[in-house]
């Protein structure tokens, strides 16, 4: 017999061939094809059955992936045409909401679109086509704009960037097509409603009832219980294990939530003691923030005051008339000058002014052309006729000019025709006062008798001849004008000299705590310094520091200290983080002990509370005020610590303080969170399970006896005809065991929801939220913390509630199914005339908001029953549902990450055909 070596030897390069095929198909291939077809418990998953066909794991991918390939389409298209067109479609906002959608909502909108197809229903391509222009045109109301248009290379870009065909495309879009058709079926019954209708609508948010309550407890029941054996609560607790340990829900489970251990030191405004802030506190505190917090800013008087007169302007011979302005050409320039002491004026005479009263001003009158001035001195046409004053915008002339006199207004025109050196038409006026610490010599008694005397304004060739060239003016050359209304000097003044007869000077900016005195009767000479006059308001004030301004700071003060009690914890807290983070990154770091809160607080006399296993659920019955206060830490986006907690931002870290405060308690928060547990599932023998498993079995068993003695107190109460305090506190019912009678405040069925233009606005169905039902002297708000029997209601009960008429009883359950309540309706308010003549009186606007809500509701709740029929007439039925079975899988996973073993339950995304086959 040949050896078989032989033939290998003689065939090896086709054997080698052979193995290494082999070992590809061992180590490539097969792999793949085994987890296509799955392998443990995903392959066998079914997550819903009907007579359209069972959906599988393989089928729910294969919707998530026509989904997914349908929104990017959407993206896309937008993107196109915003490059293109630069016009804003709803294509991008399309599919964000597709990829918003449930796994849930998708696979029953699939049976809705397969039995559309079942029943006869198609869409052709011009109706998909009309329905992209439709989306293309956006808020466009013009239809034949190119901006709204879809054109052939818009939509072939579009097929190629996002991978897809136009096959696929127009399959997709039917099937959602299909489904709005199904939708929009109903909303013909629900466009108008009927006015006994409308009227219901307005009761349920404007009518107000009053309600006796009876609870009943399922504790009162629970010790009744036959005691369970120990395989009755094993198949309980895998029954309910992965459901989450929800104690607001009727089918509450003992997957155990995020849980976080919080330490948190807390006080409130009203700790503070103003009383202990001393007089020379409050003094010094004034002195430091007077600049700041109290100082009254000056104010420009704009008119004469009534009462006054006509006050006249300084300089203006008592009389009310413009002063004479420097006339302006299109080659008016001024050139830079410096004035000096020893310079004479040249061929103008000093000016004079008459004693005034310090007052405010009133505008005067602008002269005609050629009027002679008040003073007998004639005007030319040309300074008459200079447009009004406009104050100077430059940085410099802005510094050094005192508050409040650039007030004019500009007329319009004025710019029209003006050199580039005075842009802003600021005239100068040749009038100036003389202050008594002026170099000049003091005017004598007998000068101050002399009458007002106003020179001439320098004819305009005399400015051209000594500036030629037309130079511009240095910095220093000041073109900013003085208001007509205040007769404070401005940072403006004309200095003449013998080369120079029109030149400025800026003086210094005045003191802030005195003025100087001005002798307004001196003959002042071109040149003397301006200075602002004593009735302006530019001395600086402050606030009075009376009592009521001594209570505020000492009210603040107090409230410092408290911050500064509480920033000394924080710093305490502080320090032990640093250690934490140094640790964490180097194990052999120093770690002292964690501070001792209690004990710090307890020296500075706020409070403390140790909150243990803190979750989602449970954290709102914990410290309400706490899980609404807002964090101050730019990290958490300024959001609640609840939302900061359980939210989208992130959590916080481990070991930092963070603060937060009640606006609404005027109650100031410092927290952090000491320790952090995940998710998962419990075994049954771990420690308390056992216990917990057999209470909650309890409370489900205690449900039904509870629910019979509040109807067994019903028949009592619908035969005796009176109030549940009546009947119950009688002697013939004394035995019945009624130990809770409680009465409501007034309530409304529903309330409006805080943001509900927003939904209008967003086309989103507006949610018609619960009232707020408040126990007997319960403040608004307050029905959360200070309810001692009215707790988490819900649906049935306010809907049962508001359905019952006055005098009517019934019973009803919590959300929890914990209590049941034996309700009467004691009270409605308006009566029905009342309430009717109200409803007539409304505004238009009012009604259309409740109608709004009103469609919403009923279109939502007719699609549900028309979708309920479909799922009726195809059998289709939820086994698990996606989001059930992923929590599942996530749980497991992480149990058996704990425990080392790997996680090999979810495969790989595999592509699969857009086109999910019939099965």
Same mark, same amino acid.
């Given at each position: 017999?040949?050896?078989?070596?032989?033939?290998?030897?003689?065939?090896?390069?086709?054997?080698?061939?052979?193995?290494?095929?082999?070992?590809?198909?061992?180590?490539?291939?097969?792999?793949?094809?085994?987890?296509?077809?799955?392998?443990?418990?995903?392959?066998?998953?079914?997550?819903?059955?009907?007579?359209?066909?069972?959906?599988?794991?393989?089928?729910?991918?294969?919707?998530?992936?026509?989904?997914?390939?349908?929104?990017?389409?959407?993206?896309?298209?937008?993107?196109?045409?915003?490059?293109?067109?630069?016009?804003?479609?709803?294509?991008?906002?399309?599919?964000?909401?597709?990829?918003?959608?449930?796994?849930?909502?998708?696979?029953?909108?699939?049976?809705?679109?397969?039995?559309?197809?079942?029943?006869?229903?198609?869409?052709?391509?011009?109706?998909?086509?009309?329905?992209?222009?439709?989306?293309?045109?956006?808020?466009?109301?013009?239809?034949?704009?190119?901006?709204?248009?879809i054109t052939e290379q818009i939509y072939q870009s579009a097929l190629r960037n996002a991978g897809i065909s136009d096959y696929d495309v127009k399959a997709l879009i039917a099937d959602e097509l299909l489904v709005s058709r199904f939708r929009s079926s109903t909303m013909q019954s629900v466009r108008t409603l009927s006015p006994a209708a409308m009227f219901d609508w307005y009761n349920q948010f404007n009518r107000q009832m009053k309600i006796e309550v009876i609870p009943v407890s399922i504790n009162e029941f629970t010790a009744n219980i036959p005691e369970p054996s120990e395989k009755t609560l094993k198949k309980f607790f895998e029954e309910n294990k992965f459901r989450d340990n929800n104690p607001n829900a009727a089918e509450s489970g003992f997957s155990v939530p995020k849980q976080f251990h919080i330490q948190v030191v807390s006080y409130q405004e009203s700790l503070a003691k103003p009383e202990e802030i001393t007089d020379?506190?409050?003094?010094?505190?004034?002195?430091?923030?007077?600049?700041?917090?109290?100082?009254?800013?000056?104010?420009?008087?704009?008119?004469?005051?009534?009462?006054?007169?006509?006050?006249?302007?300084?300089?203006?011979?008592?009389?009310?008339?413009?002063?004479?302005?420097?006339?302006?050409?299109?080659?008016?320039?001024?050139?830079?000058?410096?004035?000096?002491?020893?310079?004479?004026?040249?061929?103008?005479?000093?000016?004079?002014?008459?004693?005034?009263?310090?007052?405010?001003?009133?505008?005067?009158?602008?002269?005609?052309?050629?009027?002679?001035?008040?003073?007998?001195? +004639?005007?030319?046409?040309?300074?008459?006729?200079?447009?009004?004053?406009?104050?100077?915008?430059?940085?410099?002339?802005?510094?050094?000019?005192?508050?409040?006199?650039?007030? +004019?207004?500009?007329?319009?025109?004025?710019?029209?025709?003006?050199?580039?050196?005075?842009?802003?038409?600021?005239?100068?006026?040749?009038? !100036?006062?003389?202050?008594?610490?002026?170099?000049?010599?003091?005017?004598?008694?007998?000068?101050?008798?002399?009458?007002?005397?106003?020179?001439?304004?320098?004819?305009?060739?005399?400015?051209?001849?000594?500036?030629?060239?037309?130079?511009?003016?240095?910095?220093?050359?000041?073109?900013?004008?003085?208001?007509?209304?205040?007769?404070?000097?401005?940072?403006?003044?004309?200095?003449?000299?013998?080369?120079?007869?029109?030149?400025?000077?800026?003086?210094?900016?005045?003191?802030?705590?005195?003025?100087?005195?001005?002798?307004?009767?001196?003959?002042?000479?071109?040149?003397?310094?301006?200075?602002?006059?004593?009735?302006?308001?530019?001395?600086?004030?402050?606030?009075?520091?009376?009592?009521?301004?001594?209570? +505020?700071?000492?009210?603040?003060?107090?409230?410092?200290?408290?911050?500064?009690?509480?920033?000394?914890?924080?710093?305490?807290?502080?320090?032990?983080?640093?250690?934490?983070?140094?640790?964490?990154?180097?194990?052999?770091?120093?770690?002292?002990?964690?501070?001792?809160?209690?004990?710090?607080?307890?020296?500075?006399?706020?409070?403390?509370?140790?909150?243990?296993?803190?979750?989602?659920?449970?954290?709102?019955?914990?410290?309400?005020?706490?899980?609404?206060?807002?964090?101050?830490?730019?990290?958490?986006?300024?959001?609640?610590?609840?939302?900061?907690?359980?939210?989208?931002?992130?959590?916080?870290?481990?070991?930092?303080?963070?603060?937060?405060?009640?606006?609404?308690?005027?109650?100031?928060?410092?927290?952090?969170?000491?320790?952090?547990?995940?998710?998962?599932?419990?075994?049954?023998?771990?420690?308390?399970?056992?216990?917990?498993?057999?209470?909650?079995?309890?409370?489900?068993?205690?449900?039904?006896?509870?629910?019979?003695?509040?109807?067994?107190?019903?028949?009592?109460?619908?035969?005796?005809?009176?109030?549940?305090?009546?009947?119950?506190?009688?002697?013939?019912?004394?035995?019945?065991?009624?130990?809770?009678?409680?009465?409501?405040?007034?309530?409304?069925?529903?309330?409006?929801?805080?943001?509900?233009?927003?939904?209008?606005?967003?086309?989103?169905?507006?949610?018609?939220?619960?009232?707020?039902?408040?126990?007997?002297?319960?403040?608004?708000?307050?029905?959360?913390?200070?309810?001692?029997?009215?707790?988490?209601?819900?649906?049935?009960?306010?809907?049962?509630?508001?359905?019952?008429?006055?005098?009517?009883?019934?019973?009803?359950?919590?959300?929890?199914?914990?209590?049941?309540?034996?309700?009467?309706?004691?009270?409605?308010?308006?009566?029905?005339?009342?309430?009717?003549? !109200?409803?007539?009186?409304?505004?238009?606007?009012?009604?259309?908001?409740?109608?709004?809500?009103?469609?919403?509701?009923?279109?939502?709740?007719?699609?549900?029953?028309?979708?309920?029929?479909?799922?009726?007439?195809?059998?289709?039925?939820?086994?698990?549902?996606?989001?059930?079975?992923?929590?599942?899988?996530?749980?497991?996973?992480?149990?058996?990450?704990?425990?080392?073993?790997?996680?090999?339950?979810?495969?790989?995304?595999?592509?699969?055909?857009?086109?999910?086959?019939?099965?």
């Amino acid at each position: 017999m040949a050896s078989p070596f032989k033939y290998f030897r003689k065939h090896q390069k086709q054997a080698f061939v052979g193995l290494g095929v082999m070992a590809m198909i061992s180590f490539i291939v097969l792999p793949v094809l085994l987890q296509y077809l799955g392998s443990g418990s995903t392959a066998s998953v079914t997550f819903a059955t009907s007579t359209l066909g069972n959906i599988g794991q393989q089928e729910l991918y294969a919707l998530n992936h026509r989904r997914q390939a349908l929104a990017n389409f959407y993206q896309t298209l937008g993107l196109e045409m915003y490059q293109q067109t630069q016009s804003n479609s709803g294509f991008p906002q399309l599919g964000a909401e597709l990829q918003q959608m449930s796994e849930e909502a998708m696979v029953e909108e699939w049976i809705v679109a397969r039995y559309m197809q079942k029943q006869g229903h198609h869409v052709t391509d011009a109706e998909v086509g009309e329905f992209l222009a439709t989306v293309a045109r956006g808020n466009s109301l013009d239809e034949n704009s190119p901006k709204a248009m879809i054109t052939e290379q818009i939509y072939q870009s579009a097929l190629r960037n996002a991978g897809i065909s136009d096959y696929d495309v127009k399959a997709l879009i039917a099937d959602e097509l299909l489904v709005s058709r199904f939708r929009s079926s109903t909303m013909q019954s629900v466009r108008t409603l009927s006015p006994a209708a409308m009227f219901d609508w307005y009761n349920q948010f404007n009518r107000q009832m009053k309600i006796e309550v009876i609870p009943v407890s399922i504790n009162e029941f629970t010790a009744n219980i036959p005691e369970p054996s120990e395989k009755t609560l094993k198949k309980f607790f895998e029954e309910n294990k992965f459901r989450d340990n929800n104690p607001n829900a009727a089918e509450s489970g003992f997957s155990v939530p995020k849980q976080f251990h919080i330490q948190v030191v807390s006080y409130q405004e009203s700790l503070a003691k103003p009383e202990e802030i001393t007089d020379d506190e409050v003094q010094q505190y004034y002195e430091k923030n007077k600049e700041a917090l109290y100082k009254i800013a000056p104010q420009t008087q704009q008119q004469t005051p009534t009462g006054l007169g006509n006050i006249p302007t300084p300089g203006m011979s008592g009389k009310l008339s413009m002063p004479p302005t420097l006339p302006q050409s299109d080659n008016t320039t001024v050139p830079t000058a410096t004035p000096s002491a020893t310079t004479e004026p040249a061929a103008i005479e000093p000016v004079t002014m008459e004693p005034v009263t310090p007052a405010p001003i009133t505008t005067p009158e602008v002269k005609p052309e050629n009027e002679s001035s008040a003073s007998g001195t +004639e005007v030319p046409a040309s300074v008459s006729a200079a447009p009004e004053e406009q104050p100077d915008t430059s940085t410099e002339n802005q510094a050094e000019s005192p508050a409040g006199l650039d007030q +004019e207004e500009k007329k319009d025109g004025e710019n029209e025709g003006k050199s580039s050196w005075n842009h802003m038409n600021a005239p100068i006026r040749f009038v !100036s006062y003389q202050t008594e610490e002026a170099s000049e010599p003091e005017v004598s008694a007998q000068d101050d008798a002399q009458p007002v005397a106003v020179s001439e304004t320098a004819p305009q060739d005399a400015v051209e001849s000594e500036n030629p060239q037309g130079n511009l003016p240095s910095e220093n050359a000041a073109t900013e004008s003085q208001p007509a209304e205040n007769s404070a000097a401005t940072a403006l003044e004309v200095a003449p000299s013998a080369t120079n007869p029109l030149a400025t000077t800026t003086p210094a900016a005045p003191s802030a705590t005195s003025v100087p005195a001005v002798n307004f009767n001196a003959t002042l000479p071109l040149g003397t310094a301006l200075v602002p006059s004593p009735f302006s308001s530019l001395i600086t004030q402050y606030k009075l520091l009376d009592d009521a301004l001594k209570t +505020e700071i000492r009210e603040k003060l107090a409230l410092e200290r408290l911050q500064t009690k509480l920033k000394s914890i924080e710093n305490a807290m502080n320090v032990y983080y640093g250690q934490y983070v140094a640790h964490l990154q180097r194990p052999n770091a120093k770690l002292d002990s964690r501070p001792d809160l209690a004990a710090l607080v307890r020296d500075v006399g706020f409070q403390y509370a140790d909150l243990e296993n803190v979750n989602s659920f449970n954290m709102v019955n914990k410290d309400l005020f706490f899980a609404q206060s807002m964090i101050g830490d730019s990290t958490t986006g300024g959001d609640s610590v609840y939302g900061t907690l359980f939210g989208r931002s992130g959590g916080v870290n481990q070991n930092k303080p963070y603060l937060a405060e009640n606006w609404a308690q005027k109650t100031h928060y410092l927290f952090w969170v000491t320790d952090t547990s995940e998710e998962h599932i419990p075994k049954f023998n771990d420690k308390g399970i056992a216990e917990q498993v057999k209470e909650r079995w309890a409370a489900v068993e205690a449900s039904k006896p509870a629910k019979e003695k509040a109807e067994q107190l019903a028949e009592i109460a619908k035969k005796s005809g009176k109030s549940l305090i009546e009947t119950f506190t009688s002697r013939e019912n004394a035995s019945q065991d009624v130990k809770t009678i409680v009465e409501s405040e007034y309530f409304s069925f529903r309330k409006l929801p805080d943001n509900y233009f927003l939904y209008i606005y967003n086309g989103m169905p507006v949610p018609a939220q619960f009232g707020e039902v408040r126990e007997k002297n319960v403040l608004p708000g307050e029905s959360l913390v200070k309810n001692t029997v009215l707790k988490n209601l819900g649906q049935e009960f306010m809907e049962g509630v508001y359905d019952l008429n006055v005098g009517e009883i019934g019973v009803f359950a919590n959300q929890s199914q914990d209590t049941f309540y034996l309700v009467r309706k004691a009270e409605i308010s308006p009566l029905d005339d009342a309430a009717f003549t !109200s409803y007539q009186a409304a505004q238009q606007f009012e009604l259309r908001i409740y109608t709004q809500i009103a469609l919403q509701q009923r279109n939502y709740e007719l699609n549900q029953g028309l979708q309920k029929d479909v799922f009726a007439k195809t059998n289709f039925a939820w086994k698990v549902k996606p989001s059930e079975y992923q929590q599942q899988i996530k749980l497991e996973s992480s149990e058996r990450n704990q425990n080392g073993g790997a996680d090999n339950r979810f495969p790989p995304g595999r592509n699969y055909p857009l086109n999910l086959p019939e099965f």
